[in-house]
């Protein structure tokens, strides 16, 4: 009888492990021991001076974070590696992401416990949500969309569209990174009542008020006017029911010239052998925390089809949501 060793169980131990590892990245951020290396904080000794903690928790953490590869440890001595350099060194970052993770050890790893009610129940679970918790919340997910939006803006050639409308989504970063990178690009924002002053605001603060109209509208039921080739529905889908996607992919065709190009940026489910990880795990975030609906792209491209859409690309973003990139048909 031969005797077959079982696999290991390695890959089982990484997920269900995976807290300890996140719980440790948040408090290294609050702490500043990235920027505290990056400024030449490079040692135990050194990094507990600098965050004030003790060298214990300055040696925990850091190597940590080693471990995960966002530092190096050569000889005892600390080094941030590029990706860390450039979102967790704080305002020197590219893309400071240190709300984003304040978001998730506050709002989101709390609200995880709730997870088994979910479960039981497909019913979100309690925010208990007051003003300083909101604004904590809406700080982290702008955050997150700013990721989005610089590798949406560089990954999706969108540099031939003249006149855009960006419809109905939670961030104005996306259709600014691309008018950044293309002068004659006109954009009208339609956003839900209450978005609109936010989205005024960082218009003004990119320098694009002169290139830019902003509009109020019911996402789930403007009928937007005008010719565009290029609309933008990023972050849109996953905050309505399947018959108000539908209403709204009917509608934005109506505003589509011949030939134009639609995005849909979004987590989705989708048919392929292998799940993106990012898409599935956000499912469950989602359902957890408001009741949202990452949607199964096979439902999304049906949606398109029956509005005279055809789907022409699908770009999955590097620590991003994916595009669905569509044309008026």
Not at 16 to 30: D, E, I, K, V
Request: net charge negative; aromatic share 8%; with cysteine.
């Amino acid at each position: 009888m031969t005797n077959i060793s079982p696999p290991e169980a390695t890959r089982i131990l990484d997920i269900a492990t995976g807290y300890m590892a996140s719980q440790q990245l948040f408090q290294a951020s609050r702490i500043g021991l990235f920027a505290a290396v990056a400024n030449g904080a490079d040692t135990t000794v050194a990094i507990a001076a600098e965050c004030g903690v003790s060298e214990r928790i300055a040696r925990i953490l850091a190597d940590a974070m080693a471990a995960k590869g966002l530092l190096s440890r050569t000889d005892g001595r600390y080094s941030v590696a590029p990706d860390a350099a450039a979102y967790l060194v704080g305002p020197s970052s590219a893309i400071d992401l240190a709300p984003f993770l304040t978001f998730l050890g506050e709002i989101s790893y709390p609200h995880w416990l709730q997870f088994a009610h979910t479960v039981d129940t497909t019913e979100p679970g309690d925010l208990q949500m007051d003003d300083a918790r909101w604004a904590t919340f809406m700080d982290g997910v702008m955050t997150y969309n700013a990721l989005h939006a610089q590798e949406f803006a560089r990954s999706v050639d969108l540099s031939s569209a003249r006149r855009a409308l960006d419809f109905g989504g939670l961030s104005a970063g996306f259709a600014i990174e691309v008018m950044r990178r293309s002068p004659e690009l006109r954009t009208t924002f339609l956003y839900a009542p209450g978005f609109d002053g936010g989205v005024a605001e960082a218009i003004e603060a990119a320098g694009l008020t002169d290139r830019t109209t902003v509009e109020n509208g019911d996402t789930a039921t403007a009928t937007p006017e005008g010719e565009y080739d290029l609309i933008l529905a990023n972050h849109v889908i996953h905050r309505f029911g399947a018959e108000e996607n539908a209403r709204i992919f009917r509608n934005l065709r109506g505003a589509a010239a011949a030939g134009a190009t639609l995005t849909v940026l979004d987590f989705f489910l989708d048919d392929d052998d292998e799940q993106r990880a990012l898409d599935a795990v956000h499912a469950g975030e989602y359902l957890v925390i408001d009741g949202t609906v990452v949607y199964p792209e096979a439902e999304v491209r049906g949606w398109l089809a029956d509005a005279g859409w055809e789907v022409r690309e699908k770009i999955a973003l590097a620590g991003s949501p994916r595009v669905l990139i569509a044309t008026a048909v």
